[in-house]
């Protein structure tokens, strides 16, 4: 049979991230994503079956009160607390990416993820009538899950959906394939126990890269909410339907003069090394004002994190990306796959050093350029640049976030220096004086999602994210009948 373009390009894609995965993993963690589960409870043997049996259960979850939804999320959110120590291992285990303490955060952090307590109406009156205004469900959402998160993902956009009174139809990345489908069906078995409705939430028995396009083309997907990189948004949007995408970040964190340099090193630290630095809002890149700079590297070795010398930068580097033209430094430069979401300890052996066990991070001096600050390298070593003040820090960080408007941070008193920042950013996501994950309610006072949709605007989903609004109006005479 001969194969058009597309599907050539697909085919080739599909094989080479099998091979990336099998490279990843010891042999007796190798993982197919053919046949992850068992048929049932929500898995189903193609795109098609699984189209059709949430449209079958949408039916019913949207006849649903928002109590009996609640219900639906409170069974959600008990299963991720108490089954995150096998979730998580699992989880490691199958993709080799990430710490496992931190992937247990992530479950036990479901529980901030906003349910029907987000479902609110509005209403006006006047002379004229009454007009109020709801919110309706899509129907069935086509969702795309990441590697680096899989089943936390998952959680949340089905906390989302259900209040929505959607169903979903979930691909998961091929690399935490398994893990997904066992959660989803641990999730199916105990809402059907408490409702009676079966395939709230579903998945395909064999998924992959084929399996995902054709959920996007696929008519009874009312919408499309798609969690990874670049490639997978780009197919979604092809799809002719309407996307939101949670797309790439490359997260920059400006150090002023007149930081607190102690806090902010413990800052940055732990949300840097949060899960070997997979997530998107991670700090990325630090540039530092010159006239703290000094203090600031002593302010990172006191919270325990490890300075990398000029070598042992350029031997990470030379092991961490690969480039476009012949030789370093020549093209554009590419993350390797084998570095991104491992520990400080593989990182450092590829540095050439040893570090204390526990070791957090590791950082190290860079210019502006550097392939470390220019691309999102989802790994535990931060490039600090020394800037000459906050105006150059603030021009290099919008250099470097590459107009992505994800994630920015600042350490500051100056509150002229953190508006300025934030004006020039125009980020989704902007935190002051913290973690990156106060932006998700975990230190801060932000609401939690793993899909954080900038390309397309959303922002963080909600439940409202995944509604249509719907307008009812009653005439004033209607009105005085009444």
């Known amino acids: 049979m001969t194969m058009n373009r597309d599907q050539l390009v697909a085919e080739i894609a599909e094989q080479v991230l099998l091979r990336l995965q099998q490279q990843a993993k010891p042999a007796a963690a190798q993982v197919s994503p053919k046949a992850v589960a068992a048929l049932g409870d929500g898995v189903l043997p193609s795109v098609d079956a699984a189209v059709k049996a949430a449209a079958e259960a949408q039916v019913k979850v949207a006849a649903l009160g928002l109590e009996q939804r609640g219900q639906i999320i409170t069974i959600i959110r008990r299963l991720c607390e108490q089954n995150k120590q096998e979730w998580a291992r699992l ?26 307590e987000a479902m609110t109406s509005q209403s006006r009156s006047d002379a004229s009538g009454l007009c109020i205004i709801e919110r309706a469900p899509w129907g069935v959402i086509g969702m795309v899950l990441p590697a680096t998160h899989s089943v936390p993902t998952m959680a949340s956009n089905a906390i989302n959906i259900i209040a929505a009174g959607n169903t979903a139809v979930f691909s998961p990345h091929p690399a935490a394939a398994k893990v997904a489908a066992r959660a989803l069906q641990v999730f199916n078995r105990e809402i059907e126990k408490a409702t009676g409705i079966t395939n709230a939430l579903v998945t395909m028995q064999d998924p992959s890269i084929r399996a995902a396009e054709e959920m996007f083309h696929h008519p009874g997907i009312a919408l499309l909410c798609v969690t990874g990189g670049p490639a997978v948004v780009r197919a979604a949007g092809k799809s002719g339907k309407r996307v939101i995408a949670a797309g790439p970040g490359n997260p920059p964190v400006v150090v002023d003069e007149t930081a607190q340099l102690d806090e902010a090193a413990k800052a940055i630290i732990a949300g840097a090394s949060f899960d070997n630095n997979l997530l ?36 990470l580097t030379e092991a961490a990306f690969r480039w476009d033209g012949e030789g370093k430094g020549c093209g554009h430069a590419h993350v ?39 691309e999102e390298q989802m790994m535990p070593f931060l490039p600090l640049v020394k800037v000459k003040d906050v105006n150059a820090g603030i021009a290099a960080s919008v ?39 106060a932006a998700l309610g975990t230190d801060g006072a932000g609401y939690l999602s793993f899909s954080i949709a900038t390309p397309t605007g959303e922002g963080v989903t909600t439940p409202l994210t995944f509604t249509r609004e719907r307008q009812l109006t009653i005439g004033g005479g209607a009105l005085r009948v009444i």
């Open 91 to 116: 989880e490691l285990e199958e993709t080799g990416l990430g710490r496992l303490d931190h992937k247990i955060a992530k479950l036990e952090n479901v529980k901030y993820v906003l349910g029907v």
């Open 280 to 315: 998107c809002i991670g700090e990325k890149e630090v540039f530092v004002v010159a006239q703290v700079w000094d203090a600031f590297i002593a302010a990172m070795k006191r919270a325990g994190a490890v300075e990398l010398d000029f070598a042992a930068v350029e031997r």
């Open 336 to 374: 390797r796959k084998e570095l991104i979401g491992k520990d400080v300890a593989v990182l450092a052996a590829a540095a050439g050093v040893k570090v204390p066990a526990g070791t957090p991070l590791l950082f190290g001096e860079t210019n502006e350029d550097h392939a470390f600050v220019q």
């Open 399 to 437: 250099k470097a976030e590459h107009g992505y408007r994800h994630t920015a941070l600042i350490h500051s008193r100056n509150i002229e220096n953190v508006t300025k920042m934030a004006r020039a950013m125009n980020t989704t996501l902007f935190v002051h004086n913290a973690p990156c994950t």
